[in-house]
Structures are given as structure tokens and as C-alpha cells.
């Protein structure tokens, strides 16, 4: 019978074909609706494209900002190995907590080291330990230093980093260049500065599905 396509039905008939049951993130995803944490998790198949990017560069260092309860960092982990570190930053603790608990029963407690705190204090220290340089680095934080998080990749960075922004898109308010939303702004200025920046190479794809209509911004780090 014909009938209306539908953004969502489409995300369930993607997931459940491609992506697949997975009780461990099924698991995150109930106990960060349990701690009432925000649903603004990356879709299954968006967390499945985050592993298959880092997989594609063969990432064993990876760098995200917000972390929220550790689903997108769960598909991460997922993809650097056994011998490989993500590195995640998160500002609210109890976002933290859920998170450290949501990676350990994914059995990836050893290769994720969550920073608590603003993700602008933690990266003068992560640069100061020496722990870059980072071959992925995903920006799912607060929007208006999206700018800023791009810097810190670039200085974090060697050639062929992959960065990730997530959120660009925003109900495609993004286009619009006279709004008065700072996180749109944000958005406007971090596309515009990954252009004009010589070291980085990107692109900008709109998402429709379960999470409404967004988008990403993918770029790399120039030989
Ligand atoms: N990447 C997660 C979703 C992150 S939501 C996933 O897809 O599963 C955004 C997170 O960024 C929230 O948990 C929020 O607390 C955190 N955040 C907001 N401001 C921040 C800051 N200044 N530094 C670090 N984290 C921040
Ligand atoms: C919001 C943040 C996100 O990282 C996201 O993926 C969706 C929404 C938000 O703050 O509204
Ligand atoms: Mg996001």
C-alpha cells in the first residue's frame, strides 16, 4: 500500500538492517533515560558511522568532546582496539558517572579516560601531557566553542586526523546568516573557519531521521 515516508520509520528499517541489536548500547542508552539525561545520543546509525570513520583511518587515539552517557564513545572505544585510547571530556559529573558506568559494562573501562570538566581547561592539559597527537577527534559539545575545539584538533592533530562536528545543521537554521540563536552562529562560524583554514579539508552533510534534521561537518588535517 502506498503511503507517507517517514524520516524516523526509515532510521528503524537502516538500523535494524545495518546496525543490528546490540544489548550493550541498549543498555547505555536505558540507563541514561533512567539518570534522565538528555536523549541527544548520535543515532545508531551516526555512532556506526563514527566507529566506521575511525576504523577507516585506523584510529588508535581519539579525542571527543562531550560525552554525555558514553554512547558515542562507546562506538568509538569499539574501534580503536584493544591496545587503542579514547580520550573524552565532560563538563556535568553526573553525566560523567552514568557514562563511566554505561563503558564499563561495555567491558571498555581500560581504554577510555574520561576528563570532568570544562573541555577549554582540560585540553591545555591533555596538550601538556603529551597525550595527542589525536587521529580522530569527534566535537559533540557545547556549540559555541565549537570554533575553539576545532583549534585545539588542529594543534592536537598530525596529517590525516579526521574531525568530526557534530550538529552544523540545526533544523537548517544553519543557512540562515541574519538568526539571532548563538548556537546557529556557532555553527555558521566553525564551517566557515574549517574553509578558510589551509591546514583542514571539509564538508558539511545534513542528516534527517529519528534525531529530527541535523548534520555534520567532516574534515582533514592536510599532508
Ligand atoms: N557525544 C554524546 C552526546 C554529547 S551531548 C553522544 O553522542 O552520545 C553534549 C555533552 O557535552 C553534554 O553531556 C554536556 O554536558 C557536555 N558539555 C557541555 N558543555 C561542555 C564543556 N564546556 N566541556 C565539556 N563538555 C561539555
Ligand atoms: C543538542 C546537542 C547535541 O549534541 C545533539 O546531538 C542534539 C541536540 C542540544 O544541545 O540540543
Ligand atoms: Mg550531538
Known amino acids: 500500500m502506498e503511503r507517507e515516508p517517514d524520516w524516523a520509520e526509515v532510521d528503524g528499517y ?3 538492517t545495518l546496525v543490528g541489536e546490540d544489548p550493550v ?3 547505555a542508552l536505558a540507563a541514561n533515560f533512567e539518570a534522565g539525561l538528555p ?3 548520535v543515532a545508531p546509525n551516526q555512532g556506526k558511522l ?6 577507516m583511518c585506523l584510529a588508535r587515539n581519539v579525542l571527543e568532546i ?3 552517557g558514553g554512547y558515542s564513545t562507546i562506538w568509538l572505544a569499539r ?7 579514547v580520550i573524552t571530556l565532560e563538563f556535568d559529573p553526573t553525566h560523567a558517572d552514568v557514562a563511566r558506568a554505561n563503558i564499563e559494562r561495555a567491558g571498555l573501562a581500560d581504554r ?6 570544562a573541555a577549554l581547561d582540560s585540553l591545555p592539559s591533555i596538550a601538556k601531557e603529551e597525550l ?6 569527534f566535537i559533540d559539545a557545547d556549540k559555541e566553542n565549537n570554533t575553539e575545539y576545532v583549534r585545539w584538533a588542529l594543534a592536537l592533530s598530525h596529517p590525516g586526523t579526521v574531525v568530526i562536528v557534530d550538529n552544523v545543521v540545526r533544523g537548517g537554521h544553519v543557512s540562515n546568516p541574519d538568526i539571532d540563536d548563538e548556537r546557529v552562529k556557532a555553527s555558521r562560524a566553525v564551517l566557515e573557519m574549517i574553509a578558510a583554514e589551509p591546514k583542514l579539508d571539509g564538508t558539511a552533510i545534513q542528516t534527517v531521521g529519528s534525531k529530527g534534521w541535523d548534520g555534520f561537518a567532516v574534515a582533514v588535517v592536510n599532508e
Open 50 to 55: 563514527l566507529n566506521l570513520l575511525a576504523r
Open 25 to 27: 548500547l541498549d543498555a
Open 79 to 85: 574501534a580503536v582496539g584493544p591496545s587503542g585510547q
Open 112 to 117: 577510555v579516560d574520561i576528563r570532568v570538566g
Open 132 to 137: 595527542g597527537p589525536f587521529d580522530l577527534v
Open 39 to 41: 536523549p541527544i545520543d
Open 66 to 68: 562531550g560525552t554525555l
Open 14 to 16: 537502516l538500523v535494524s
